[in-house]
């Protein structure tokens, strides 16, 4: 189980940053993702989250691209996620 969330650095930052409308992987404000994440404490358990969930935006200091490359060079596949409602 990941219990990362609460010491995270993104807290309050608005979570329309860590996607893309059209699911590219270019970023708007990418210079602050990357700087917000890269001084956060619980960076790695994000980015270990993200490779092995299929989740979408941007999550560990990595965009959704970046992800995909290394789970193909760690032979990591990713978890679907799913939702439940009730």
């Known amino acids: 189980m990941y219990n990362f969330t ?3 650095n993104c807290i309050g930052i608005d979570v329309n940053m860590f ?3 059209d699911g590219s992987s270019t ?3 990418e210079n602050l993702l990357k700087r917000t994440c890269g ?3 619980v960076k790695s358990e994000c980015l270990d989250y993200a490779l092995n969930h299929a989740v ?3 999550w560990g200091g990595t965009s959704e691209l970046q992800r ?3 789970r193909q060079k ?3 596949t990713a978890e679907p996620l799913f939702l439940s409602y009730g």
Do not use: S
């Open 56 to 58: 979408m935006g941007w």
């Open 39 to 41: 001084a956060c404490v």
């Open 6 to 8: 609460t010491e995270a």
């Open 74 to 76: 760690l032979g990591i």
């Open 68 to 70: 995909k490359r290394l």
């Open 19 to 21: 996607f893309t409308e």
């Open 27 to 29: 970023f708007a404000e």
